[in-house]
């Protein structure tokens, strides 16, 4: 099984419309975990970082279930410049920090 | 505040040539971290810094892959020699003291 996992999609989606990635990870000790977004031929940009409680960043929302290990980020309102691979990053203490494979999002207008 | 450096941008070698690419992480970043991300693959971690010691090379094929970060600032990744598989991107990014990382624009190997 594979540290971070994450379904790769794509995820095709209408403008407007609320779209939801999740990510599983193997390691109950894992301390910390992000969100970033990758665009074509790009590098990875940090979106979010992802608190126990749950937070949110104007139209986008990460939650942590601890409990069943996985990660998720929610996109309300889509717009057509959401289009982008999103990564989810699991930091498992020691400074090990390991990237999901991505989620590819495509916007549609 | 200039962000993470890195060069060349792009690079084409033949096999069984030898590469370097280096990397100038933003500045007070104590952690350093070399990711190779194939095409449609997430980042792959190679090598990890904690200043100028190194936290984590597991994943780093230390028969052709070698890293250094003299000083505890800028780094060098070097691969002799090099594989048709190394054809990737090699990304540097840098934190404070690694959690939240920030990303180069990567160098993008093509090997021949």
């Known amino acids: 099984r594979k540290e971070v996992e994450q379904d790769p999609g794509p995820f095709n989606v209408p403008e407007g419309a609320t779209v939801a990635f999740n990510c599983t990870y193997s390691?109950?000790?894992?301390?910390?975990f992000f969100w970033y977004r990758q665009d074509c031929r790009k590098e990875p940009k940090l979106l979010m970082s992802?608190?126990?409680s749950g937070n949110e960043d104007g139209r986008f929302t990460a939650q942590l279930n601890r409990a069943s290990q996985y990660i998720s980020l929610l996109i309300r309102d889509s717009k057509l410049s959401d289009s982008a691979t999103y990564l989810c990053?699991?930091?498992?203490?020691?400074?090990?920090?390991?990237f999901g494979a991505g989620t590819r999002l495509f916007v549609k207008a | 505040e200039a962000g993470v450096a890195q060069s060349p941008r792009y690079k084409i070698i033949e096999k069984r040539q030898s590469v370097a690419f280096w990397c100038n992480p933003i500045?007070?970043?104590?952690?350093l971290y070399w990711y190779q991300q194939i095409l449609g693959q997430g980042p792959k971690l190679l090598i990890q810094?904690?200043?100028?010691?190194?936290?984590?090379d597991s994943q780093l094929p230390k028969d052709r892959f070698s890293a250094e970060r003299l000083k505890g600032v800028d780094s060098t990744l070097k691969i002799q020699p090099a594989k048709l598989e190394d054809s990737a991107v090699y990304l540097c990014?840098?934190?404070?003291?690694?959690?939240?990382?920030?990303f180069g624009q990567g160098t993008r190997l093509t090997v021949v």
């Open positions: 990014a840098s934190s404070p003291q690694g959690e939240k990382a920030f």
């Open positions: 390691n109950s000790a894992s301390q910390s």
């Open positions: 992802v608190y126990s």
């Open positions: 990053v699991v930091n498992s203490g020691g400074f090990k920090t390991i």
């Open positions: 500045s007070g970043h104590a952690t």
């Open positions: 810094f904690q200043n100028n010691g190194v936290v984590d």
